[in-house]
T-cell receptor, first 112, second 109 residues
Framework: EAGVTQFPSHSVIEKGQTVTLRCDPI?????LYWYRRVMGKEIKFLLH????????ESGMPNNRFLAERTGGTYSTLKVQPAELEDSGVYFC??????????FGPGTRLTVL | GEDVEQSLFLSVREGDSSVINCTYT??????LYWYKQEPGAGLQLLTY?????DMKQDQRLTVLLNKKDKHLSLRIADTQTGDSAIYFC?????????FGAGTTVTVRA
């Protein structure tokens, strides 16, 4: 069974540009999460989908971040416009049931 | 939110035991996890423990939970070079995980 996949693995963009990250969860997992690790610090929760609905987006830093999960399958996280402090590793995770989350390899975002 | 604290670095000799410690603040947490991140890879779920347990053993891994002190530890027996990685403690609360900053374990020959 395929694990959680994320694309791209790395992205380097300039401040002010837009970037879209994609996550494909494990097939059949209704729960999908986004997390972020900045500057070697702790991994922080961004948001949680149940199928296509946002269950909790309390961790989203600001309105420059937009997450979607069309049809309850894959999810995208768009950052527009990107700022320097958005640099970090963005992880996606999925679970079914909700208690054990399986993570993808992450997308390393560098904003110059 | 939940605060999770870990020491940042641990150096251990190959063949010795490693002990990674973690403290947390939310006593209502029901599941506690250890994840491993190898260089260039994602987060791999190593093991987890329910809050009503004191200990869980899984091959070379032993997890100890002291709920009174809100202290979680991971012991790796017979540490190997392949155990070099970042280890994250995580606490589950209301669907989301709260992580520590990660402990970088370096195994020296």
């Amino acid at each position: 069974e395929a694990g959680v996949t994320q694309f791209p693995s790395h992205s380097v963009i300039e401040k002010g540009q837009t970037v879209t990250l994609r996550c494909d969860p494990i097939s059949g997992h209704d729960n999908l999460y986004w997390y972020r690790r900045v500057m070697g610090k702790e991994i922080k929760f961004l948001l949680h989908f149940v199928k296509e609905s946002k269950q909790d987006e309390s961790g989203m830093p600001n309105n420059r971040f937009l997450a979607e999960r069309t049809g309850g399958t894959y999810s995208t996280l768009k950052v527009q416009p990107a700022e320097l402090e958005d640099s970090g590793v963005y992880f996606c995770a999925s679970s079914q049931p909700p208690d054990t989350q399986y993570f993808g390899p992450g997308t390393r975002l560098t904003v110059l | 939110g939940e605060d999770v604290e870990q020491s940042l670095f641990l150096s251990v000799r190959e063949g010795d035991s490693s002990v990674i410690n973690c403290t947390y603040t939310d006593s209502s947490s029901t599941y506690l996890y250890w994840y491993k991140q190898e260089p260039g890879a994602g987060l791999q779920l190593l093991t987890y423990i329910f809050s009503n347990m004191d200990m869980k053993q899984d091959q070379r891994l032993t997890v100890l939970l002291n709920k009174k002190d809100k202290h979680l530890s991971l012991r790796i027996a017979d540490t190997q070079t392949g155990d070099s990685a970042i280890y994250f403690c995580a606490v589950w609360g209301g669907y989301k995980l709260s992580f520590g900053a990660g402990t970088t374990v370096t195994v020296r020959a």
